[in-house]
């Protein structure tokens, strides 16, 4: 599992890597055509939306990976690490439970409810359910690393057992 974690670390990290420089990319041609041609991009102000929505989603998810978020670790902070171990189950079962009933069930009833009604962007013309398929993904992904970080716990559990 270790391995698998690591390529999808990567994956993950490039792919935010990918999107802020598109970002930047983005706003910086936004500018360029607005102040200095003149003639501003009517498509770059969507692309910046749609890219920051991914990067926020998807930097969520990262941030979990490396226990970025502030909530988990104040916690089980005050207890001993066999209590934090024994807490971080119950923890990451209410992740696990959040982002699979909102991101992943949600989210694809959303996604699937905009491309039946074929709603689409006013710029791109880009169907939303594909700008909303962010939502399963990273839900995926955050019970992915939650899975992840319960087995890490249950391996250190039972060294702690068995020392």
Known sequence: MDAIVKVVDKVLA?????????????????????FIMDDPSSMTEEIAN???IWTSLLGSAYALRVKAHLGIDILTSKFNEKKQLKWEFVIYTFVIFFAALVLVWGGSRLVGITLKLNQVSAALQLKMGYVYMILPITGLLIIFYSIFFMVEASRKLKGQVAA
């Open 14 to 34: 490039w792919t935010l890597i990918v999107f802020v420089s598109g970002i930047v990319i983005d706003v910086t041609w936004q500018v360029f055509t607005r």
């Open 50 to 52: 749609f890219l920051l």
